[in-house]
Nanobody, 120 residues
Framework: QVQVLESGGGLVQAGGSRRLSCKVV????????MAWYRQAPGNQRESVAV???????YYSDSVKGRFTIIRDSAKNTVDLQMANFKPEDTGLYYC??????????????WGQGTQVTVSS
């Protein structure tokens, strides 16, 4: 069984910084892609940053240069270091992981979400 555990959200000030953490726990799988998504009220969930299983990283244009995705493959963790917050960064942030099981089945898992609220 795979569990995705997030932490680190809270109330932050515009221009400030914060780090979100995500850990994948369980056994019988290999982690491939790890990503952070966010969903603002009334909006669809959007991709913020992705770390692929082959070491590439991708960012949405809205966070490029401000957010950094940091992965530790040995520990199955992925953090999102966020800086220079803007009010539009407010939202529920989700960790998403893709794993390959023992039978080479490919599965996706979501964390429960952690709220980030930016005050201006």
């Amino acid at each position: 069984q795979v569990q995705v555990l997030e932490s680190g959200g809270g109330l932050v000030q515009a221009g400030g910084s914060r780090r979100l953490s995500c850990k994948v726990v369980g056994s019988g799988f290999t982690v491939d892609n790890m990503a952070w998504y966010r969903q603002a009220p009334g909006n669809q969930r959007e991709s913020v940053a992705v770390s692929t299983g082959v070491g590439r990283t991708y960012y949405s244009d809205s966070v490029k240069g401000r957010f950094t995705i940091i992965r530790d493959s040995a520990k199955n963790t992925v953090d999102l270091q966020m800086a220079n917050f803007k009010p539009e960064d407010t939202g529920l942030y989700y960790c998403n992981v893709s794993v390959v099981g023992r039978r080479y089945d490919y599965r996706h898992y979501w964390g429960q979400g952690t709220q980030v609220t930016v005050s201006s």
